[in-house]
C-alpha cells in the first residue's frame, strides 16, 4: 500500500515533467476506471491492491496542477523542451 501511494509522488512529478499538467483528465478517467474495475476483481487482495492503485492515480490527477505551479515558483524543475503554454 505505502509503495502505490510513494510511487504516485513520483509519478506526478515525472508525467507533469514530460506531458504537462493538462493531463490530468485522462489520467483522472483512468483512475476511475481502475477503481470500477477493482470491483469486480474476484480475489480480495487484487482488489484492494486495484482499489488502493486506483486512488493513487485519481489523487495523482488532482495533483498535476499544483505541480505545475510548484515548477512555475521554482521548486521542481521545468522541461527545457517543452513549450511553454501561455
Known amino acids: 500500500m505505502l509503495f502505490a501511494i ?5 509519478w506526478v512529478i515525472k ?10 483528465p485522462f489520467v483522472l478517467t483512468a483512475g476511475v476506471i481502475l477503481a470500477a ?8 487482495w ?4 486495484l482499489g488502493i492503485f486506483a486512488g493513487s492515480v485519481i489523487w495523482g490527477s488532482t495533483e498535476l496542477p499544483d505541480q505545475a505551479r510548484r ?3 521554482g521548486l521542481f524543475p521545468a522541461n527545457p523542451r517543452r513549450r511553454a503554454r501561455s
Open 6 to 10: 510513494g510511487f504516485g509522488f513520483f
Open 15 to 24: 508525467l507533469e515533467y514530460y506531458l504537462g499538467a493538462r493531463v490530468w
Open 37 to 44: 474495475a477493482s470491483l469486480f476483481v474476484p480475489s480480495f
Open 46 to 49: 487484487a482488489s484492494a491492491l
Open 71 to 73: 515548477v512555475q515558483q
